[in-house]
């Protein structure tokens, strides 16, 4: 793809959510809540006088649209907004959110930010408790779900997190980084067989989605617990984070994770 100067929503590349979810048989085994939260740091346009303008911009699609998008094919429809001009940024706004709604199949929620309404500071405690400095043995060359187990005790809302996470990009192959949280209800899920399960990650191939809906099935299928909800809060590639969230209730714009340190 080349770098568009003009106005180009025709470089969008929708990629259909049907085709990861037919191989994980997600519909038929676990009900699965959830949107995807994309943030974009690199949003700039002109206003009526050819001034540029920037700003932040943040991005939500409900689970249940019908496709994805493709990260570069946004990125460089972002880009393609770089020389034109809106008369306001709600006029910007509703022709960002019509584009992604339509490329999507699903309604898109737009929200646009200047820098100086951006809170600077870093999100100052997280939720729960880290599993990264657990002693494990790693001996994992894929994804197995089977590493998956749970103790005896029972535990009600248990937060659990980590920064570990790694798994590949299916169309580049570069490496994708995520903070990875949990918080679910039931038997207590053996820490130690979480974080083994998480690294096997590691070589696997797989967009943002797929890698969480994956998770979120295997804790459901293995772990069986009563609530569940995890979260993945991807690394900027481009000038973009994609920040998933998948659960066993209706997920809101309004409970998405503040912006962590590596973002």
């Known amino acids: ?19 990861s979810r037919s191989l994980l048989d997600i519909d038929k085994k676990v009900l699965m809540y959830g949107l995807d939260h994309w943030q974009a740091y690199e949003l700039s346009w002109l206003n009526t006088d050819k001034k540029p303008q920037v700003a932040m911009a943040e991005f939500f699609f409900n689970s249940d649209s019908e496709n994805i998008i493709e990260s ?11 020389y034109e001009s809106y008369q306001s940024v709600d006029v910007l706004k509703s022709a960002i959110e019509k584009d992604l709604s339509s490329i999507s199949r699903s309604e898109v929620k737009v929200n646009i930010f200047s820098l ?34 749970v103790d005896n005790a029972d535990v009600d809302d248990e937060q659990l997190y980590s ?15 995520a903070s990875f949280e949990l918080r679910y209800t039931g038997k207590k899920i053996n820490e130690s067989s979480l974080l083994q399960y998480l690294i096997s990650y590691r070589s696997h191939q797989g967009y ?13 299928l293995r772990c069986q617990p009563s609530e569940l909800r995890i979260g993945m809060n991807f690394l900027r590639r481009g000038g973009l984070d994609i920040n ?10 309004d409970s998405v994770n503040k912006r962590l340190i590596r973002q």
Request: charged share 25%; glycine share 4%; aromatic share 8%.
């Open 72 to 82: 570069k094919s946004l990125k460089l429809y972002l880009n393609s907004l770089n």
């Open 244 to 253: 998933v969230y998948r659960s066993t209730v209706p997920v809101t714009s």
């Open 163 to 177: 920064d570990l996470f790694r798994s590949n990009c299916p169309v580049t192959g570069q490496p994708d980084w």
């Open 208 to 220: 943002h989605e797929e890698c969480a809906e994956r998770i979120f099935r295997d804790i459901m």
């Open 1 to 19: 793809m080349g770098h568009p100067q003009q106005y180009a929503p025709e470089i969008l590349y929708p990629i259909p959510r049907w085709a």
């Open 116 to 149: 100086d309404d951006m809170d600077e500071g870093w999100s100052p405690a997280r939720a729960g408790r880290s599993i990264d400095s657990l002693d494990i043995v790693c001996n994992s060359m894929g994804v197995e779900p089977e590493l998956l187990s």
